[in-house]
């Protein structure tokens, strides 16, 4: 009798030292999530966040349980925002079969976006929320009907606090200026470049420039002491580009030198490789620029130099002008 007891109690801690919801205290670097167990009929989840403050990334433990006379198919899986920004994994997660009467325990990995804004301004994911929602989509064999399981793990209070004291970092992104009159500017520039039935279409967005069919996405922000920038450029004309990579640069806009020389690497995406600075139509490149610098006032409008980064035959310039970068609030 003492022998089935001491065996009880074993097993009784191994499975409360293992369940993917019981509650673990965050350390310096992972932030904790817990929820109890959902349960959407057949389907019973108890699910448990680690979020790596280091790198970003989130690993769910969701241990499922099929309670019902027939066998699930695990299709959906996600993690979303209190906002609704919905991100999908990155890893240990494909449709599986779960028999019925069985449960088993998968880690799925997850890098969520969770602040939009800041993602499509600077390619940053953002500071961690506090508290997620798992989703998960099932069928049951033989029926079309999707059932739908939601976990809501959240982290302890104290422990997203300190986080946020600790670890959050001020961060400014950057947009082009829409309202300096760019797009006429540059339109007129260009009716005296392109060939006589040739159209100049140039337009200008927060985040985007089409010039004559090239198209610029890009993504910049400032951290400490550092700037960082990615533009992609991907070449629909019929004419070819070159790319002039001493002649970009970010400076503030009262400034003609800010700090240290720029940093730039370059890879062409798609094309060929024996130019790498030379887009004919069809080619893609990839842009990245680092900058160090000694002050930037906040917020501080900024430069981007591509007046002479970009070159025609003849040689001739395709941009015209500079183009101003505006803060953004986040």
């Given at each position: ?268 995406i798609s094309g060929s490789q024996s130019d790498a600075n030379m887009m004919?139509?069809g080619d893609r490149l990839l842009i990245h620029y680092k900058k160090h ?38």
């Amino acid at each position: 009798m003492k022998l089935s007891l001491i065996a009880v109690l074993a097993f009784s801690i191994f499975f409360s030292c293992n369940s993917p919801h019981n509650k673990t205290k965050s350390t310096a670097n992972e932030l904790i999530y817990s929820a109890s167990d959902t349960t959407a009929g057949y389907l019973s989840a108890g699910v448990s966040l680690a979020a790596n403050i280091k790198t970003g990334e989130v690993t769910a433990q969701i241990k499922l349980s099929n309670s019902g006379s027939a066998p699930v198919n695990i299709q959906n899986l996600d993690i979303s925002t209190p906002e609704g920004i919905r991100s999908l994994p990155t890893a240990g997660f494909a449709p599986f079969l779960l028999a019925r009467g069985k449960d088993t325990t998968i880690a799925v990995k997850f890098n969520p976006i969770n602040d939009l804004k800041l993602y499509q301004a600077t390619g940053l994911n953002g500071s961690f929320k506090p508290g997620y929602t798992i989703s998960l989509d099932y069928k049951v064999p033989g029926s079309d009907n999707m059932i739908s399981l939601a976990s809501k793990p959240v982290a302890d209070k104290t422990d997203f606090i300190d986080y946020e004291k600790k670890d959050k970092k001020p961060i400014t992104g950057y947009s082009f200026n829409t309202k300096a009159g760019f797009n006429e500017r540059e339109t007129k520039y260009l009716a005296g470049l392109m060939p006589a039935g040739k159209p100049a279409f140039v337009y200008l967005s927060e985040h985007e420039i089409a010039v004559a069919g090239l198209n610029f996405r890009l993504k910049t922000y400032a951290q400490h002491d550092t700037i960082y920038s990615e533009l992609l450029v991907i070449n629909h004309a019929d004419f070819p580009v070159k790319f002039m990579p001493d002649s970009l640069t970010i400076t503030a806009s009262s400034q003609k030198i800010l700090g240290a020389i720029g940093i730039i690497k370059f890879e062409k995406i798609s094309g060929s490789q024996s130019d790498a600075n030379m887009m004919e139509k069809g080619d893609r490149l990839l842009i990245h620029y680092k900058k160090h610098i000694k002050t930037v006032a906040t917020p501080a409008s900024l430069v981007l130099h591509l007046k002479s980064s970009f070159v025609l035959s003849g040689p001739k310039n395709l941009f015209g002008e500079d183009i101003e970068l505006v803060p953004l609030q986040f």
